[in-house]
């Protein structure tokens, strides 16, 4: 196990990749809210959000989907459309 002090990358850096994801998702035309959603799913399903932030590499996944929430508001997607993917075949290859 290393040490806090070998951390190659913090919390600030994580946040700011986040916004760069979200700037990234509007001008694709994709909803930024969408990555408070998968936030919200991570946080359930990892629990990370139980320890302490001092200890973390990454915002807590709660703070982060508030984040991208706020966001949201500010990026609106730029020619927004769906895109042309079948899903139900994505879905289909997913499973074993």
Not at 10 to 28: I, P, S, V, W, Y
Not at 34 to 57: I, R
């Amino acid at each position: 196990m290393g040490s806090l002090m070998e951390i190659s990358y913090g919390r600030g850096q994580e946040a700011e990749a986040d916004r760069e994801g979200a700037q990234l998702m509007a001008a694709a035309g994709l909803p930024v809210g969408a990555l408070g959603t998968f936030f919200d799913k991570l946080s359930k399903k990892d629990g990370t959000d139980k320890a302490p932030a001092f200890l973390s590499t990454h915002p807590a996944s709660k703070d982060r989907s508030e984040a991208m929430r706020k966001l949201a508001e500010e990026l609106k997607p730029k020619n927004p459309r769906p895109l042309a993917i079948d899903w139900a075949e994505v879905k289909a290859s997913l499973k074993p």
